[in-house]
């Protein structure tokens, strides 16, 4: 008995579940961490799937992991290294593109191209989106409050929120308020008039969301990535050293020099509820294990849906469950290439590529990427983040030659043949990828070695992400905060005492930023001081 | 990285230091030789040459510009004569200074405005019901700084005596090496000078005539090091160093009023609406937080602080930027935002933002000066500014 | 001549306002630029013998406070409570009519699907539990968003309580749906596509939006629950009521009288200028003018208080609403149903179509299929017609108001055919009745009713364009920051359409 009994177990090694594990770890507890698959890290990982070419295969850029985990959890002592993107590269077919540089005016010179007007403009909305993301930053490190409750530990928790508020000025507050119920193109339409520079950061908007820029509710989510950080620098995106994976491992060895006990390829198969307790796991092989807490690291769909049994749980809440809304929307592309593939536009392999580049070339061709997606396709012509991590990071590919990183929206889960034709429609999606990059960069096509394509059903398959979304659930205004994943159970907790959700599905949401993990084990370990 | 300016092919081949930096997106020399003095004296004794093409230029066109240029400025440039330059605040509507510059009224209804930062989207965006043109400039134009005791005469060899009728703050179209130009009698120096306004083709020839022109009058080319020792003696404030541009604060206590930097006397309070007036008005009537003030760090204080560890007294040789606090019996009452030794003078000066009531001259305060890593108190009294004037600015 | 009170623009808010404000013995002048006065709301003849019973079709918004304090109905005003039945007709198939009473509507919708016909009672039971929290939303001004003293402070808690109210379960639902879209709110509830494209429509009037974008359900919500009024003969019988009130109370009105410029000093409201240069006094103005024009067209920028151009430029008012009047000399018949009359009919069978005929809207683009909301105002009123003939309000959606290549004689032909074209797959006999039509594109209206983008609601009713941040937080109360000017548009809180509640509430706010 003894040592199949934990503390706490957490189902997934992903990075929320490893940063959860992590905390529990540091606080005394004895913690066991359960992933499915051969390697940690969920959708962070890094696989060399052609020899000498290491992909970053789900997740290929950081900003948004906390400062203070990487403090805490002194995540640079275990390896992680984050090199920082200096620029982003808007290609152009018939123009320069657009180049944002790390230097203030020689972005202006480039805007001023496009419209003097926004060139000038442009460094004020930064400083703008500092100031909000600076509002927003408390929160994110909050367990969100329950508005309808009366406890005063969680009115105590309300009036904080209030005094936020209340401490903002009148501008900053319809700031907010637009923030949350804009579109990304309406938003910045309040901002600048050049279309190349809306849809270039208009992107920020939609990433992760099966969305459009047009879309309601999507100024937020350009917000949310502008609270990235690296070295207190808002905005700052980076790459980890080694590829995504290292974040992962970095948290994990971390996790394992504190205490945490980790296995890999080991599935769960169920989560045991005694009297309406979790009681522990039962593993695929038909193992159990017993703990006071268990941790779901997986999506909210497949806690509830594929690990607990339907009796443990009322019909309501499952009901509530199945409308949150996962839409996986995006696909991803890694090329391995034989050389440096030019861009027409701006040719060589100058500070212009080491950064992200965007296949955005307007707002049209963006909102059409998201129209095809709307009607159960994949965009013939998509929008593409590609970052060639090579450049700046030589340990990823052989000398000379180049890992690329394409993420791609949309690629719609719910193809209109059925998310299963997916497999039979997933190369033709790479095509329509490559095709598109290649108008860019007519060399591509020659220099490609070898690609991997990932659809969202494949990111379903292989990561377990639900409908392959890498947010686990849509941030959507009606899914973010105290609603995520649902109204009545967003405080990490579940319906099903000592059962726990520590990643994306719950408040605040995707991206590589460990919050939602550090955020569940300061709540559960709360909960044990009570107890 | 910065640009080159229409200059630079010269100012590069002489800069022997190779210090540059990067001033609004250009290449801006700091000295071209590793210390300033000569360049200082230059400016003080003959002339000085400066590239002071970075300045950001517009120019408002149109029916409405006298109205709109009123609105968007302190002054009330309605009654500007043509030919007439002035020198006003830009707010915002909170009354806080966004930029500081010139207004030169070029025709009836055309005016050239200049910036320390940009300002295009400014005047666009408060354009709206007004017909007026806004047109940046700040590429085609390139500008020179002639500036010191025998600017006047370097320019007469090149434009004739008619120059000597230039009236301070007054403007002339005028012909150098067949280049059609501008000259105001303006300038950052507090001293005689002009500036000439070229258009960016006619850059090199205006240089090599001036320098050739100025070379019996002792005329040196000049880097923003000595620029910065001068316009201190001047009482001059730059801005991101003095004050900060409005919008680019983030918390309000940055920013600051025209009254609470000096620069109230460029205020026009009682006439037709303008941006800030509001707010002007009130803290005109209410009084305002804070001053800026002049100050002369006592040189005997000075000495003695060195003498208790046996040290010389030493200051840099440029000027400083970095802001340290101001003292009054004991409580800290604002902050020195640029000081620097005065070659001519023989004084440590300092420019000064402190509490309202602290402004009167002849107060005495106290600076903070680091000595062997020690912060000790110097003091320091308040005086008028400009600390150098001299009558031949004017005349 | 001075007035306590002038109104600029005498379409039903403003004529609303003025009636509400005379009442309270002030001396109140209404300048009208238009001919006659009603604005949008007027009814308008299209064709000799046809009239419209006004631009905006739909009565149903009209508030019953304001039919009972302004005594309407002694000034003619005849209404009948609400019972809508909207049709939706089919290509194929029997259609679908919507009855107001939701009991016989389960019938209809049962013919389509036994599931959505027995949840379709619940979905109006959730509505009307919801009902009474958003009316009263809807019926007051918007609370402030900087709330300063307690009064104010109170106004908040009182609100937030009055959410808590409906309860833990509720209020998380309505928190939740707020931000849908409708096509996914309606997803959760319903399987058919012809009663999900039928109910959605409301939501998406005058929109800049598609059944699939983010915040519709809430617009839909709102719709609903403040349906209370259908009043015969339509927007042009209310304006003739209001008309009528006014003249009672003693309210000047001129037509033709164009303001040029509102006139400030020093912050404080003057008077008008109108276009011929003539000044009228007053210390108070109320604007039922869109608040784009109000502010950056009739007042000089310099007057403009601090930081209220911006965002006011800012203010969405793209118009996606087309309007086409046909006059037909027989009845307008179904094919689904034949041998009937329905006077309001929504024709688009799926949310696709619908989100298809947004997406034109936003390439600037004419929609292939665009959705028709139809009403046959002579049915109820058979005045508006030579007898056995019918008048046809088709309201169009959705319709850019900056057409890519603007708006030629090619392209307006283009609108119609498309239009007719739908229409003739329901109702294939109603082309060859026609005998006359008339088309109004937004920039038809633009020009017309003077509404900044031909948009109807005067700004687009989005999540950041309504409650407290319509038209803008500070003059989201009716008073704006100049002194003694009013807004009482539909660029206010609640918005746009019949329903007088702009006028009304602005005219309490008036001091």
């Not at chain 1, 520590?502 to 930023?513: E, L, N, V, Y």
Request: net charge negative; glycine share 10%.
């Amino acid at each position: 008995m003894s040592d199949r009994s934990y503390d706490s177990i957490v189902i997934g090694g992903g990075h929320n579940g490893l940063v959860c594990a992590a905390y529990l770890a540091r606080a005394g507890q004895k913690v066991l961490v359960l992933e499915r698959r051969h390697v940690l890290g969920g959708a962070a990982v890094t696989e060399e799937l052609y020899p000498g070419f290491k992909y970053s295969v789900c997740s290929y850029v950081v900003s948004l992991l906390r400062p203070e985990i990487i403090r805490d959890l002194q995540l640079p002592k275990y390896g992680l290294e984050i090199l920082p993107l200096e620029c982003s590269f808007t290609p152009e077919l018939d123009g320069p593109g657009l180049v944002r540089w790390p230097d203030a005016d020689k972005t202006r010179r480039e805007i001023a191209r496009l419209s003097k007007r926004d060139s000038e403009v442009y460094p004020l909305f930064g400083r703008e989106m500092a100031k909000v993301g600076r509002m927003v930053k408390p929160i994110l490190e909050m367990v969100p409050p329950d508005p309808t409750s009366l406890n005063p530990a969680n009115l105590m928790e309300m009036l904080k929120l209030g005094r936020l508020f209340g401490r903002l000025s009148e501008e900053e507050r319809i700031l907010q308020a637009k923030m949350f119920t804009m579109s990304a193109i309406d938003f910045l339409d309040e901002w600048f008039e050049s279309d190349l520079l809306k849809a270039t950061m208009g992107v920020s908007g939609i990433i992760g969301t099966f969305q459009g820029v047009r879309s309601p509710g999507t100024a937020y989510v350009l917000m949310h990535h502008y609270m990235g950080e690296i070295d207190g620098a808002f905005r700052a995106w980076g790459i980890s050293k080694g590829g995504t994976g290292m974040i992962s491992q970095a948290i994990a060895e971390s996790a394992k020099n504190l205490g945490a006990e980790i296995r890999t390829e080991a599935g769960v198969a169920q989560i045991m509820v005694r009297a309406g307790r979790a009681k522990g796991v039962v593993l695929e092989d038909g193992t159990e294990l017993t703990a006071r807490h268990v941790i779901s690291g997986v999506d909210p769909h497949r806690t509830f849906l594929g690990l607990c049994e339907a009796g443990d749980l009322d019909a309501e809440f499952l009901a509530s469950i199945k409308k949150f809304k996962m839409r996986g929307s995006s696909g991803k592309v890694n090329l391995a290439l034989d050389r440096f593939p030019e861009f027409t536009c701006r040719p060589g392999d100058g500070m212009h590529v080491r950064g992200d580049l965007a296949i955005a070339p307007s707002v049209d061709y963006l909102e059409r990427a998201f129209d095809d997606a709307k009607y159960g396709d994949f965009s013939r012509r998509p929008f593409m983040n590609v970052v060639i991590p090579s450049l700046l990071d030589p340990s990823v590919a052989p000398p000379g030659k180049h890992v690329m990183s394409i993420f791609v929206q949309y690629a719609p889960y719910a193809i209109k043949e059925g998310p299963e034709a997916w497999p039979e429609r997933r190369e033709a999606f790479g095509d329509a990828v490559i095709e598109t990059l290649a108008e860019y960069c007519p060399d591509l096509e020659s220099s490609i070695l070898h690609r991997q394509v990932l659809s969202p059903w494949d990111i379903e398959q292989q990561m377990g992400l639900t409908e392959g979304n890498i947010f686990h659930g849509e941030l959507s205004l009606e899914q973010l905060f105290f609603m995520r994943p649902t109204p009545l159970w967003a405080r990490y907790q579940t319906p099903i005492r000592g059962l726990w959700m520590c990643a994306s599905g719950t408040h605040p949401g995707g991206g590589i930023m460990g919050a939602s993990g550090a955020n569940a084990a300061r709540r559960i370990l709360k909960s044990r001081v009570r107890a | 990285m910065p640009l080159p300016s229409p200059f630079h092919e010269r100012t590069a081949s002489l800069c022997e230091s190779l210090k540059f930096k990067s001033w609004a997106g250009y290449f801006a020399v700091c000295s071209y030789e590793s210390h300033p003095d000569p360049e200082y004296f230059a400016f003080r004794n003959s002339a000085g040459l400066l590239d002071i093409t970075p300045l950001f230029k517009y120019e408002l066109s149109g029916e409405d510009s006298a109205a709109f240029v009123s609105y968007m400025a302190t002054r009330d440039v309605s009654a500007l004569k043509i030919g007439r330059v002035t020198y006003s605040c830009f707010c915002d509507q909170r009354g806080k200074v966004i930029d500081d510059g010139t207004i030169s009224r070029l025709d009836e209804q055309r005016f050239r405005v200049t910036t320390g930062s940009p300002a295009y989207a400014w005047f666009l965006q408060n354009s709206r019901g007004f017909q007026v043109e806004v047109e940046d400039v700040s590429e085609s134009i390139a500008a020179l700084a002639i500036q010191g005791p025998n600017s006047r005469r370097i320019l007469a060899e090149l434009v004739g005596p008619g120059i000597e009728d230039l009236r301070f703050f007054g403007l002339v179209a005028a012909r150098i090496a067949g280049v059609e130009v501008e000259i105001t009698r303006t300038g950052y120096t507090g001293d005689l000078g002009f500036e000439v306004w070229i258009p960016r083709d006619g850059a090199l020839s205006v240089w090599d005539a001036v320098m050739a022109a100025g070379k019996a009058h002792g005329i040196m080319p000049v880097g923003l090091d000595a620029l910065d020792i001068v316009r201190i003696e001047a009482g001059f404030l730059l801005q991101d160093v003095d004050y900060f541009s409005a919008p680019r604060c983030i918390i309000e206590s940055r920013k600051s009023t025209p009254y609470e930097i000096g620069l109230g006397w460029t205020v026009a309070l009682d006439r037709s609406p303008f941006i800030g007036q509001k707010a002007l008005r009130e803290e005109k009537q209410r009084g305002s937080d804070w001053g800026f003030v002049g100050l002369e760090i006592s040189w005997e204080g000075i000495e003695e602080i060195y003498t208790e560890y046996g040290l010389p007294p030493s200051l840099p040789t440029q000027a400083c930027r970095m802001a340290v606090p101001v003292y009054s019996t004991g409580r800290q009452v604002g902050q020195v935002t640029s000081s620097t030794w005065s070659p001519i003078l023989k004084k440590y000066l300092a420019l000064a933002t402190v509490e309202a009531k602290q402004v009167e001259i002849g107060n005495q305060l106290r600076v903070e000066h680091t000595v062997e890593y020690e912060r000790m108190r110097v003091l320091a009294t308040v005086v008028e500014r400009p600390f150098y004037d001299p009558e031949r600015k004017r005349t | 001549m001075s007035y306590d009170l002038i109104i600029i623009g005498a379409g039903h808010n403003g004529l609303t306002a003025a009636a509400a404000q005379a009442a309270r013995r002030r001396k109140v002048l209404v300048l009208e630029a238009r001919a006659e006065p009603g604005g949008l709301a007027a009814g308008l003849e299209f064709h000799p013998g046809f009239r419209t019973s006004g631009v905006l079709h739909d009565s149903s918004g009209l508030r019953s406070s304001v039919i009972t304090s302004l005594g309407l109905e002694s000034h003619g005003l005849r209404r009948r409570p609400i019972s809508t039945s909207v049709f939706a007709p089919q290509a194929e198939g029997p259609g679908l009519l919507l009855h107001g009473e939701p009991s016989r509507a389960a019938e209809e919708i049962a013919v389509h699907s036994t599931v959505d016909a027995e949840r379709y009672g619940r979905f109006c039971e959730f509505q009307k539990k919801i009902g009474p929290y958003l009316r009263n939303l809807l019926n007051t001004a918007p609370p402030d968003i900087s709330p300063r003293g307690f009064g104010q402070f109170w106004d908040l808690f009182r609100r937030g309580m009055g959410l808590r109210r409906l309860g833990r379960e509720d209020m998380f639902e309505c928190l939740r749906i707020g931000p849908l879209s409708v096509s996914d709110w309606l997803g959760e509830w319903f399987e058919s596509d012809l009663l999900k494209a039928n109910l959605a429509a409301p939501a998406l009037l005058g929109t800049w939006a598609g059944p699939r974008s983010a915040g519709t359900a809430a617009l839909l919500l709102m719709h609903q629950s403040v349906a209370e009024n259908e009043v015969i003969g339509g927007p042009a019988a209310l304006v003739r009521a209001l008309n009528a009130a006014c003249e009672a109370r003693g309210v000047e009105l001129r037509c033709g009288a164009r303001v040029a410029r509102i006139l400030v000093d020093a912050s404080k409201v003057k008077g008008v200028e109108l276009a011929d240069g003539q000044v009228i006094d007053s210390t108070r103005v109320a604007s039922a003018v869109d608040p784009r024009q109000t502010f950056l067209d009739l007042i000089d920028p310099r007057e403009l208080p601090l930081g209220l151009a911006e965002p006011i430029s800012n203010w969405r008012c793209r118009g996606t609403t087309a309007k086409i009047h046909l006059a037909l000399d027989g009845p307008l018949e179904f094919s689904s149903r034949p041998g009937q009359s329905f006077d309001a009919v929504r024709i688009g069978e799926d949310l696709t179509g619908i989100e298809r005929a947004f997406d034109a809207v936003k390439y600037r683009r004419l929609p292939e299929a665009p959705h028709l909301d139809i009403r046959v105002p002579s049915l109820l009123d058979p005045g508006l017609a030579p007898d056995g003939m019918q008048v046809v309000s088709i309201q169009v959606h959705f319709v850019p108001y900056d057409l890519d290549g603007g708006w030629t004689d090619d392209r307006r032909a283009d609108l119609i055919e498309s239009s007719l074209a739908q229409l003739s797959k329901v109702a294939p006999s109603c082309r060859d009745r026609i005998v006359g039509h008339q088309l109004l594109t937004p920039v038809d209206l633009e020009r017309d009713f003077g509404t900044s983008g031909g948009h109807i609601h005067h700004g687009e009713q989005a999540l950041d364009q309504l409650l407290s941040l319509r038209p803008q937080a500070r003059c989201a109360r009716y008073a704006t920051p100049i002194s003694g000017l009013y807004l009482c548009g539909s660029g206010s809180h609640p918005g746009g359409g019949i329903s007088s509640a702009p006028g009304m509430l602005a005219a309490q706010a008036i001091r």
